[in-house]
């Protein structure tokens, strides 16, 4: 009488081929790795947003805003400024840390075929007032009415993030005085959880760094939650 055999469960093998496929994709995991330690930019806005914030010590950020096209190639004096290759579509990010707030920008291409990279840090202790402000390294064509030929698409506009206002806040509004004593008035856009976007057309308010504003924020009703003075950050 045969002794009763175990049947061991048949292992799983892959194909010749699909090992081959294996191997290719782990190659070129491993190769996208030594990339992006070697320093070189990565293919995607958000990998390169993060090799950039540790290329220049800053810890990792939470992403509360993305801006995915129409940004212009304008320098930002007090910027960093990087050129390398880009393969994507332009995108600017607004992180913000333990008391701080960092913007980057990301463009595909420039004069010289190669990609810029600006990043900057806006320390929140510089600025005086309980709602901090945070403006964009580059303008942007303003999409947010998804029509690209409404007035503000026209022209580059000059971009202010403010993180976070009043619990209840339905309408904000940011009064700039600019330098020829015009004062303009842009009705701000929620973006995200308290993150409030003002949007002002470069060609009618110029430069807004360093200028006095006035920033109101009102709930459903229109009562006034918060009024506050101050001056515009301005990069150094």
């Not at 061991?8 to 194909?15: A, G, I, K, T, V």
Request: charged share 25%; aromatic share 12%.
């Amino acid at each position: 009488m045969k002794p009763n055999k175990t049947r061991r469960p048949r292992r799983f093998r892959l194909s010749r081929g699909w090992q081959t496929v294996r191997n290719l994709l782990l190659c070129l995991l491993l190769i996208l790795l030594s990339w992006g330690l070697a320093g070189y930019p990565l293919f995607f806005p958000r990998l390169e947003f993060r090799r950039l914030e540790r290329e220049n010590l800053l810890p990792r950020s939470e992403i509360v805003l993305e801006i995915k096209k129409g940004t212009y190639t304008y320098r930002a004096p007090g910027s960093l400024i990087y050129n390398k290759r880009w393969s994507e579509s332009s995108s600017q990010f607004v992180g913000l840390g333990d008391g701080y707030a960092v913007n980057c920008w990301l463009h595909p291409d420039s004069l010289n075929q190669s990609k810029d990279a600006w990043i900057h840090c806006w320390p929140f202790d510089e600025q005086e007032g309980e709602f901090k402000l945070v403006p964009l390294i580059s303008p942007f064509t303003d999409w947010r009415n998804g029509d690209a030929w409404a007035s503000h698409s026209l022209f580059p506009c000059n971009g202010i993030v403010v993180p976070a206002l009043p619990e209840g806040t339905a309408w904000a509004e940011l009064a700039i005085l600019a330098e020829d004593g015009t004062e303009y008035r842009e009705i701000g856009s929620l973006e995200g959880e308290g993150v409030w976007l003002f949007a002002f057309r470069s060609d009618t308010s110029g430069g807004i760094g360093g200028r006095p504003y006035t920033l109101t924020a009102r709930d459903r009703d229109g009562a006034v939650l918060a009024v506050q003075e101050g001056i515009v950050p301005l990069s150094q």
